[in-house]
């Protein structure tokens, strides 16, 4: 069976404070937050060596980044490698989102780099995948989304794979508070699902899960997570506030 899995994406928001209270302030709820599912929180890599201080007896709560490079160590200014953030215990991070595909052009390649550097260090990548408007509305997207899959990941073995998170993240979707409706998004992670079950098995076919991120909010995660091939949410803006990422926890 697939994992339940909720991740925050907290992007680039909130100074130290404001994020040193978010995290104080999803502790408080911890009785209120859903047993059942993986809660990840996805904070700015500058505030991960504290909060993973902060987190160590805190054991419900996994530390995600949103990026890395796929080099262990070495003369690459700026970057953050897989080898660091797992000597600060950080259970998974984030591949090509949408807005690193296009502010920072990483391409299939490097996607397929970083998430294989990842999983070498044993640390879950949450791959994205997702079409812009443009590619929606010229119905091309059902084939451009398992592009974006076969070329990123279909490199992988079977047991590697059924270890990656993907993520389906409308472009069209993220931030603006335009949902893909339940039918939409369960007819894409249903093809994934179907695409990764005819190149590696039915066993990792089953227990891959297949999130769903773009302005999911309480009013609708219910019914996103209500279908058979949505088994979670890569949260961005109501991630920021405690009480809606605790009550998304509840729509499992
Ligand atoms: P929003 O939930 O703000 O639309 O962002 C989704 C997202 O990009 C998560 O990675």
Redesign the pocket.
């Known amino acids: 069976m697939s994992k339940q899995i909720l991740a925050g994406?907290w992007?680039m928001n909130l100074d130290y404070a404001e994020a040193k209270k978010l995290v104080q302030d999803l502790l408080k709820l911890k009785d209120k937050f859903n047993k059942d599912a993986e809660v990840v929180i996805c904070p700015s890599p500058v505030y991960i060596a504290v909060f993973a201080e902060i987190l160590a007896k805190e054991k419900w709560i996994k530390l995600g980044a949103q990026n890395c490079y796929f080099a262990d160590n070495g003369a690459y200014t700026g970057e953050v490698s897989p080898v660091q953030l797992k000597s600060l215990e950080v259970d998974y991070c984030?591949v090509g989102?949408?807005?690193r595909r296009d502010f920072f052009n990483e391409d299939y390649a490097l996607l397929a780099k970083k998430t294989k550097a990842l999983l070498n260090h044993g640390i879950t990548p949450i791959f994205?995948c997702g079409e812009q408007l443009q590619v929606r509305e010229s119905n091309v997207y059902r084939e451009f989304v398992m592009k974006q899959i076969e070329e990123a990941l279909f490199s992988l073995s079977a047991e590697e794979i059924s270890k990656v998170v993907i993520?389906y993240?409308p472009v069209w979707?993220?931030?603006?508070g335009k949902t893909a409706t339940a039918e939409q998004a369960q007819e894409i992670h249903a093809l994934i699902r179907a695409r990764v079950t005819a190149k590696f098995g039915e066993k990792v076919g089953k227990e891959i899960s297949i999130i769903y991120?773009?302005?999911?909010?309480p009013e609708n995660a219910k019914e996103l997570f209500a279908q058979n091939d949505i088994n979670g949410g890569?949260?961005?803006?109501?991630?920021l506030v405690a009480k809606d990422f605790c009550e998304i926890s509840n729509s499992f």
């Open positions: 994406n992007k984030i989102h949408s807005e994205c993520a993240e979707a993220i931030g603006t991120g773009g302005s999911c909010k890569l949260i961005g803006g109501a991630s």
